[in-house]
């Protein structure tokens, strides 16, 4: 009987002992991981920081695809018929004109022909001793041949001394136009991401680091200007253009 005690003695003091050993390990394991994950989450807090932002420049020099040269001419008269057979005159005489310059008849597009009554406004003054009736035209030409626009526009001079009296309220008669931006915006993009990483390339360089993957990337707005940047340059106006990009790119650095 006394055996029999001390047998049950001796196992409870050993579960006792396993026990406290148990808990010594968890208690030990538990120390470990909280010192492991504030450590981990402050290295990566540290290595998410690290990264770089520059920019990329592309630029492109293209040639307008497109031009629109609007004519507009305007005739004074107190009779309205005679008004209206004078602008078939002179639109006859600008259609001559155009075609001797080599556009087609596609190219030309004849606008409708307006008539303003003078003594019909109810702003005009009773002092006014001009013509009664003022009647307009415009004449479009559309051609992708930016060049014979060009040489045409620099003869207008030849419709003026036949007497056409070309509107002055329009400053800028003509636009030329690029219309094929999307067939170069992969290849300035390209290029645009290449100087980005070498300027990134020179940071990590001056920091002992290396470039890791993008972390963003933003493309950035296509700009269309004159290739010459004159203070009066206007893009619209110009033939030869430039188009540009400018792309904002981070990286990782490691």
């Known amino acids: 009987m006394q055996t029999d005690l001390k047998s049950d003695e001796t196992k409870s003091a050993c579960c006792c002992k396993r026990g406290k050993l148990i808990s010594a390990v968890l208690i030990s394991i538990g120390l470990s991981l909280g010192g492991f994950f504030p450590g981990y989450f402050y290295y990566r807090t540290k290595t998410n920081s690290n990264f770089v932002t520059v920019k990329g420049l592309a630029e492109k020099d293209v040639k307008a695809n497109l031009g629109i040269w609007n004519i507009r001419y305007v005739v004074t008269n107190n009779d309205l018929t005679k008004a209206q057979q004078e602008i078939l005159r002179q639109k006859s005489i600008i259609i001559k004109f155009l075609t001797a310059q080599g556009f087609s008849s596609e190219e030309i ?99 002992d680091s290396k470039v890791g993957r993008i972390k963003r990337a933003s493309q950035g707005v296509f700009s269309i200007l004159p290739r010459e940047q004159r203070p009066d340059a206007s893009e619209s106006q110009s033939i030869d253009k430039t188009i540009r990009v400018v792309s904002t790119i981070e990286y990782w650095l490691e």
Do not use: H
């Open 109 to 207: 597009i004849e606008g409708r022909v307006e008539t303003n009554d003078i003594m019909a406004s109810p702003y005009r003054s009773a002092n006014d001793t001009g013509a009664r009736f003022i009647v307009s035209q415009n004449i479009v030409i559309r051609s992708t041949d930016v060049d014979k626009i060009d040489a045409a526009l620099s003869k207008n001079g030849d419709l003026v001394a036949q007497g056409i009296i070309l509107d002055t309220q329009y400053t800028s008669p003509v636009a030329y136009l690029f219309t094929e931006l999307n067939s170069v915006k992969p290849e300035m993009l390209e290029e645009a991401t290449k100087n980005a990483a070498a300027a990134a390339a020179e940071f990590a360089k001056s920091s």
